[in-house]
């Protein structure tokens, strides 16, 4: 079955700080998002490509002709929707341009699982929790209002209770989705507050299988992980 790689890419990057879109941050010698388009183009099964980019920087993308260029949307989900409406394919790969250490390995390996699969809906790359997760207790924040991002770094939490870490992963992209199940469970959903496109499908009672891929497979939010990765990344040229 043909597959079309969406790469999401239109995020602002502020966290990582970089003074503008985190796709194309410089990562070792190249702009983050090359790495991705990379690994799509040296899958057999991936038909075209088609990238989410912020909408003042489609120009970016110029010289890549085989890539099909929309703009992206205020949120993750909202820019994943409208690359949607530009696939043909049977079959859709939805991905982070903030995971450049994407393998064309682990995107075969996620097809081949859903084709295997007839009653699963889609497959995610996701790798087993290794830390103890605490889930925090509702409370307001010191200033009177509903509890925010700043007041959860600043304030110490209260831990509600301990998570089973046992059947605990953390999600990852790729995610593989049959592209028929995948628009079905967006109609049915309200876009815009999804983190990735299992949650819709979930939502809607589609089978969605969890493929473990390795933990190197990183998302980059912070300064932090941008070192981690161009070290990998140098590595992984030296072999
Ligand atoms: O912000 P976060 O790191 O969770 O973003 C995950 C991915 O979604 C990134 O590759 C980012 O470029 C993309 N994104 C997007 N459109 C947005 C926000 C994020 O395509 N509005």
């Known amino acids: 079955m043909a597959v079309t790689a969406v790469i999401a890419a239109a995020g602002s990057g502020e966290r990582l700080g970089a003074g503008g879109p985190k796709a194309f941050v410089p990562l070792a010698g190249r702009p983050m998002i090359e790495w991705s388009i990379d690994a799509f183009r040296a899958c057999a099964s991936v ?11 489609l120009d970016e993308l110029a010289g890549h002709p085989d890539l099909s260029v929309v703009a992206g949307g205020a949120t993750r989900a909202r820019s994943v929707a409208n690359a949607l409406a530009a696939v043909g394919t049977e079959l859709v790969a939805i991905h982070d341009a903030a995971r450049p250490l994407l393998t064309p390995e682990l995107v075969e390996a996620l097809v081949a699982t859903l084709e295997a699969a007839p009653e699963a809906a889609g497959v995610i790359a996701a790798t087993p929790i290794t830390d103890t997760v605490k889930q925090a207790a509702h409370q307001s924040s010191p200033s009177g209002g509903s509890i925010d991002a700043q007041d959860v770094q600043n304030e110490p939490q209260v831990v509600e209770r301990t998570l089973d870490r046992a059947s605990l992963w953390a ?3 790729p995610q593989v989705f049959r592209a028929a199940a995948l628009r079905d469970a967006l109609a049915g959903s309200e876009i815009g507050a999804a983190t990735d496109e299992a949650m819709p499908v979930e939502a809607v009672g589609g089978t ?29 040229s030296r072999r």
């Open 208 to 236: 969605v299988l969890l493929h473990a891929a390795g933990p190197e497979n990183l998302k980059v939010t912070t300064p932090l992980d941008l070192r981690v990765a161009e070290m990998l990344l140098a590595e992984r």
């Open 171 to 173: 999600a990852q992209t």
């Open 47 to 57: 038909a075209s490509i088609v990238v989410a980019a912020p909408p003042g920087q």
